[in-house]
């Protein structure tokens, strides 16, 4: 019997062909065949073309004889543990699979012809993968027949041939469709498990490795509440005798996390142990459930448990998510000291690596380290991609370097504008901080790319600030305006002092009033020199009728007359020749205590 498996190395992707004795057995014949869109072999410099009638031995013979075959690295323990799996649903064959060959006239010869196999060029124990091949120096090969049923290949295919494409376009397209359909119901409904009923099975039963239910798990992203209820469909369809996947479990896993339910991700790893299907990206799953739900502690203790397992080992994800959870706790002594046992163990870092050195630097706001792991990232040839940017543009707006700022900018600007608003506020939020001439205006250009229902509080009260600074009236008048509407109250004192002051400069008295009604309806921070400045401009115009109305303003909103009132009405009585008001001024003084300048007083 003839099983198609795939295997992937670092290099080149290899396709092997098992063939098993229909009556029972193990395998006695392995042929690695190298698929042509890799460039690091050519196929007609390692073994001659397979005719029919040829033994398969032949491409095995010169693939282990070639000198290419050195640059091939070792697989990695997740690429053998794959491999492993692959193997064991060859031994799994079934019964219906074994009768279809049976009964292909021609497929074994009684009559065939024995052929002696080539021995290997060097021991098999010094092939990475010599454990899968098992009598290959046996006495009898029987030759295949080329005409092979389709039906069986298709049973053992976990890639994809030319011909199967189809199908699995076929596949993708109806998953697609039961997504749609699962989208328009809400998650809580329990409409989603009569129509997996309905549709679901006769969906999962047309590919024998559980491709849909993957497929439509990760389809189903961005909606995990209604994710998680397909896979308690497929958890209560394995009671019927319908497997789980470990893609299915891993998948599960970070869903229930990302929802934070992490008791739910703990049972359904806890059930992927007891059935025996355990495997490092279970164990990075649940422990990336308990880092996005701060569960460091746990998250540790799991990463010692894979540790002592003999199945299964960390890899550089592994490493990755230890990273990233002491960079959130800013515990960097831990987050280094990983990231030297990474290098110790011979471990290449990735992207991701850095990028969560990176963001733990910046979490701990060490600028000049997220520098020196930046240049170590680009020395060790790893390329930065766009969330490596990102990061840096983050913490370069956070230090107030504008000029890096807008560099990193340029180079992914595209991407934030249709997809990182935020990023796009944390850099309003450094100009605004900053004494950049053009401030404003660059401040404008970045306003425009946020919609309008996008309204953050905090950051329509910096520009009210920023705009009163520079005095654009209208620009701060409109945010004034929009806060009212989204009912912020501003209680910061220094803004409502920027207010005034920028009212006081542009000398609109008349604006001021109404702003004053407005904050004191909206409740915002009351203070005295809203009225000081009031009465100010009001007797600079000449208006001391309403300069004296302020004084009773100030008692219905319990701000008692001080020192500094007194002060502004005796110079603008004094200022406009009525001495006699500016003398019960005076008189209002002494009456208080205040202490009163020689050179004031009536000769």
């Given at each position: ?220 992203d961005s909606r995990p509440r209604l994710a998680l209820k397909v896979l308690d469909w497929k958890r209560n369809l394995s009671k019927s005798g319908v497997p789980m996947l470990a893609e299915e479990y891993t998948k599960g896993i970070k869903l229930a996390g990302k929802v934070k339910n992490v008791g739910l991700a703990a049972e359904l790893f806890s059930e992927a142990i007891n059935k025996r299907i355990k495997t490092t990206t279970i164990y990075n799953a649940l422990m990336s459930a308990y880092m996005f739900n701060g569960f460091a502690d746990k998250c540790q203790s799991l990463f010692r448990d894979m540790k002592s397992e003999t199945n299964c080992s960390p890899n550089i994800v592994t490493y990755n998510i230890l990273i990233s959870i002491f960079g959130r706790l800013m515990l960097l002594d831990h987050m280094e000291a990983t990231f030297r046992e990474i290098k110790e163990l011979n471990m290449s870092p990735n992207v991701k690596t850095y990028n969560f050195l990176i963001a733990g630097y910046l979490t701990a706001w060490m600028w000049d380290s997220v520098e020196i792991t930046f240049e170590q990232m680009k020395e060790s040839s ?222």
């Amino acid at each position: 019997m003839v099983a198609i498996l795939s295997f992937h190395t670092k290099y080149a992707f290899l396709k092997c062909m098992a063939l098993m004795n229909p009556k029972g057995g193990d395998t006695y014949v392995m042929t690695v065949v190298l698929r042509a869109d890799s460039s690091l072999f050519n196929w007609s410099s390692i073994a001659p073309p397979l005719s029919p009638d040829c033994s398969l031995l032949s491409p095995i013979f010169f693939l282990f004889n070639s000198p290419k075959l050195k640059t091939l690295q070792k697989p990695s323990e997740d690429e053998t543990l794959r491999y492993h799996q692959a193997m064991k649903r060859v031994w799994k064959i079934s019964h219906l699979a074994q009768s279809q060959l049976l009964c292909h006239h021609g497929f074994f010869s009684s009559a065939a012809k024995r052929k002696t196999p080539t021995p290997f060029a060097f021991p098999v124990n010094e092939f990475p993968n010599y454990g899968f091949i098992r009598d290959f120096n046996a006495d009898t090969h029987p030759p295949p027949s080329p005409g092979f049923p389709p039906e069986v290949i298709g049973l053992f295919s976990l890639n994809q041939s030319h011909q199967d494409s189809t199908h699995w376009e076929d596949l993708t397209r109806k998953v697609t469709q039961l997504r749609d359909e699962l989208l328009m119901i809400d998650d809580d409904s329990d409409s989603a498990i009569r129509l997996l009923e309905e549709k679901g099975d006769t969906l999962l039963r047309s590919c024998t490795v559980g491709y849909p239910v993957v497929e439509l798990l990760k389809q189903l992203d961005s909606r995990p509440r209604l994710a998680l209820k397909v896979l308690d469909w497929k958890r209560n369809l394995s009671k019927s005798g319908v497997p789980m996947l470990a893609e299915e479990y891993t998948k599960g896993i970070k869903l229930a996390g990302k929802v934070k339910n992490v008791g739910l991700a703990a049972e359904l790893f806890s059930e992927a142990i007891n059935k025996r299907i355990k495997t490092t990206t279970i164990y990075n799953a649940l422990m990336s459930a308990y880092m996005f739900n701060g569960f460091a502690d746990k998250c540790q203790s799991l990463f010692r448990d894979m540790k002592s397992e003999t199945n299964c080992s960390p890899n550089i994800v592994t490493y990755n998510i230890l990273i990233s959870i002491f960079g959130r706790l800013m515990l960097l002594d831990h987050m280094e000291a990983t990231f030297r046992e990474i290098k110790e163990l011979n471990m290449s870092p990735n992207v991701k690596t850095y990028n969560f050195l990176i963001a733990g630097y910046l979490t701990a706001w060490m600028w000049d380290s997220v520098e020196i792991t930046f240049e170590q990232m680009k020395e060790s040839s790893i390329k930065p991609n766009t969330r490596t940017y990102m990061l840096l543009l983050r913490g370069y707006a956070h230090s107030g370097n504008l000029e890096k700022m807008e560099e990193t900018y340029e180079l992914i600007k595209h991407y934030v504008k249709e997809k990182e608003i935020p990023l796009i506020r944390t850099m309003i939020c450094a100009y605004c901080k900053s004494s950049d001439k053009e401030r404003l205006k660059k401040i404008e250009e970045l306003l425009k790319l946020i919609p309008d229902k996008d309204y953050r509080p905090w950051l329509n009260v910096l520009l009210i600030r920023v705009y009163a600074e520079e005095d654009w009236l209208e620009a701060m008048e409109r945010s004034i305006d929009e806060a009212f509407k989204y009912n912020t109250s501003v209680h910061t004192l220094s803004v409502m002092r920027s207010i005034i002051s920028s009212y006081f400069r542009c000398n609109a008295v008349d604006k001021l009033v109404n702003f004053i009604k407005s904050a004191e309806a909206a409740e915002w921070r009351i203070c005295r020199s809203l009225y000081h400045c009031k009465m100010v401009m009001y007797a600079s115009e000449k208006r001391l009728d309403e300069m004296e109305s302020v004084i009773a303003e100030m008692k219905n909103n319990n701000l008692f007359i001080t020192k500094k009132t007194l002060w502004i009405l005796y110079k603008a009585y004094l200022l406009y020749g009525q001495r006699h008001k500016a003398e019960q001024v005076i008189g209002l003084m002494c009456k208080h205590g205040y202490e009163i300048p020689l050179d004031v007083l009536p000769s």
